[in-house]
C-alpha cells in the first residue's frame, strides 16, 4: 500500500514534469589550421553557443487536467490504504476478541473436567456403598469423557484461532 502511494506521487511529479518549461544550453569551439607550405596558412577560429528555452503553452488546458487526475489517483490511494489499515485493525481486533473467546471456553472445559471428576469419585463412593445403581455410575463416566471431548474441541479451537491470528498479526 505504501509502494502505490509512493509511485502515485511520483506520477503526480511526472506530470508536472511534463506542463513545465524546458531550457537547454550549449557551447562550442573550433580552431583549424592548415598549414600550406608555412608561409601562406590559413588559420580558422570558430566559437559559438546556443540557448533553447521551450515553453508547452499547447498543452497547458489538458496538462491541467492531466495533474488533477494524477493527483486524485494519489488521493485514491492514500484513502485506499486508511480503508485497508481500517480493517486490517478491525479484523486483528475480531481475531483477538475470538481469541480470547476460545481460551475462556478452555478454562470452563477445564473446570467442567475437574467437576466430572469429582462426580465420578462420589458416584464411585455410592456405587461401592451400595447406595446408587450402576447406571448412575456409568453416567457420571460419561459425563468425565464428554468433559474430556469438550475440552480437545476446545483447545483445537483454541489452536486454529491462535494460528489464524498469528497469520495476520505477525506479518504486518
Known amino acids: 500500500m505504501e509502494k502505490?502511494?509512493?509511485?502515485?506521487?511520483?506520477?503526480?511529479?511526472?506530470?508536472i514534469?511534463?506542463?513545465?518549461?524546458?531550457?537547454a544550453v550549449g557551447a562550442g569551439y573550433q580552431y583549424m589550421n592548415f598549414d600550406l607550405h608555412k608561409d601562406n596558412g590559413m588559420k580558422n577560429d570558430l566559437g559559438m553557443a546556443f540557448a533553447t528555452v521551450?515553453?508547452?503553452i499547447t498543452d497547458w488546458w489538458s496538462g491541467s487536467h492531466s495533474i488533477k487526475r494524477?493527483?486524485?489517483e494519489l488521493q485514491q490511494a492514500e484513502n485506499t490504504k486508511k480503508e485497508n489499515s481500517d480493517l486490517l485493525l478491525q479484523q486483528m481486533q475480531n481475531l483477538q476478541n475470538v481469541l480470547n473467546e476460545a481460551y475462556q471456553q478452555i478454562?470452563?472445559?477445564?473446570?467442567?473436567?475437574?467437576?466430572a471428576e469429582a462426580n465420578l469419585e462420589i458416584s464411585q463412593d455410592n456405587y461401592n456403598a451400595g447406595i446408587?445403581?450402576?447406571?448412575?455410575?456409568?453416567?457420571?463416566?460419561?459425563?468425565?469423557?464428554?468433559?474430556?471431548?469438550?475440552?480437545?474441541?476446545?483447545?483445537t479451537e483454541y489452536l486454529l484461532k491462535l494460528s489464524e491470528y498469528k497469520?495476520?498479526?505477525?506479518?504486518?
Not at 514534469?17 to 531550457?23: D, E
Open 4 to 15: 502505490s502511494i509512493d509511485i502515485a506521487k511520483m506520477q503526480v511529479n511526472m506530470e
Open 167 to 172: 497469520q495476520v498479526t505477525i506479518d504486518r
Open 107 to 115: 478454562l470452563l472445559s477445564q473446570k467442567s473436567i475437574v467437576s
Open 70 to 72: 494524477k493527483k486524485i
Open 132 to 155: 446408587t445403581t450402576m447406571s448412575d455410575l456409568l453416567e457420571a463416566q460419561n459425563l468425565l469423557q464428554q468433559s474430556h471431548d469438550q475440552y480437545t474441541e476446545a483447545m
Open 17 to 23: 514534469g511534463k506542463n513545465l518549461p524546458t531550457i
Open 54 to 56: 521551450s515553453i508547452p
